[in-house]
């Protein structure tokens, strides 16, 4: 930056006649309130985020609840030996828990991504899309959580 230019600055700062900031060098937007040239007019709200995070945690107590009726379900079954259905039913449900702890963890990821864009609003479109990318990499449906078809 030039001398005379830093110095032009510091007068117009002294005489309160500072320049408006412009962020990403968009123009500064004369519509109104109720439209952005940022987003367009798209409006985003920490209560919509908030709510849709508390809605997955709701699922997430759903499903342990039901994951624990399931195990309370168990208790009594006793040795399989001998007896096909019984080892059958434990194994789809040893499966089943499995699965239901993944979708468990899964439900907390995916509150966690929505409380915090809901906290913060700095989040960007591409890096809530990056991080829930995340979550479905990691909880993808794999044959070690599902259970691989064992041809029964």
Same mark, same amino acid.
Request: glycine share 14%; charged share 25%; with cysteine.
């Given at each position: 930056?030039?001398?005379? @230019? &830093?110095?032009?600055?510091?007068?117009? /700062?002294?005489? +309160? =006649?500072?320049?408006?900031? +412009?962020? =990403?060098?968009?123009?500064?937007?004369?519509? *109104?309130?109720? #439209?952005?040239?940022?987003?367009?007019? /798209?409006?985003?709200?920490?209560?919509? &985020?908030? $709510?849709?995070?508390?809605?997955? !945690?709701?699922?997430?107590? *759903?499903?342990?609840? $039901?994951?624990? %009726?399931?195990?309370? *379900?168990?208790?009594?079954?006793?040795? #399989?030996?001998?007896?096909?259905t019984a080892?059958?039913?434990?194994?789809?449900?040893?499966?089943? %828990?499995?699965? #239901?702890? @993944?979708?468990?963890?899964?439900?907390?990821?995916?509150?966690?991504?929505?409380?915090? /864009? !809901? +906290?913060?609003?700095?989040l960007t479109? @591409?890096? /809530? %899309?990056?991080?829930?990318?995340?979550?479905?990499? @990691?909880?993808?449906?794999?044959?070690?959580?599902?259970? $691989?078809?064992?041809? +029964?």
């Amino acid at each position: 930056m030039a001398w005379d @230019e &830093w110095e032009q600055i510091k007068a117009d /700062v002294a005489e +309160r =006649n500072a320049p408006g900031m +412009r962020l =990403n060098g968009l123009p500064p937007d004369d519509s *109104g309130p109720a #439209t952005s040239l940022v987003t367009g007019g /798209v409006q985003s709200s920490r209560q919509a &985020w908030l $709510a849709a995070g508390d809605g997955i !945690g709701s699922l997430r107590t *759903g499903i342990g609840t $039901a994951s624990g %009726k399931a195990e309370q *379900g168990q208790t009594g079954l006793g040795a #399989t030996d001998g007896c096909m259905t019984a080892a059958a039913q434990q194994e789809v449900y040893a499966s089943w %828990k499995k699965y #239901t702890e @993944e979708v468990g963890r899964r439900c907390g990821s995916l509150q966690g991504i929505l409380e915090k /864009v !809901g +906290r913060d609003l700095l989040l960007t479109d @591409e890096a /809530v %899309k990056a991080e829930v990318d995340k979550v479905r990499a @990691e909880f993808s449906d794999r044959d070690d959580v599902v259970g $691989a078809p064992t041809g +029964r």
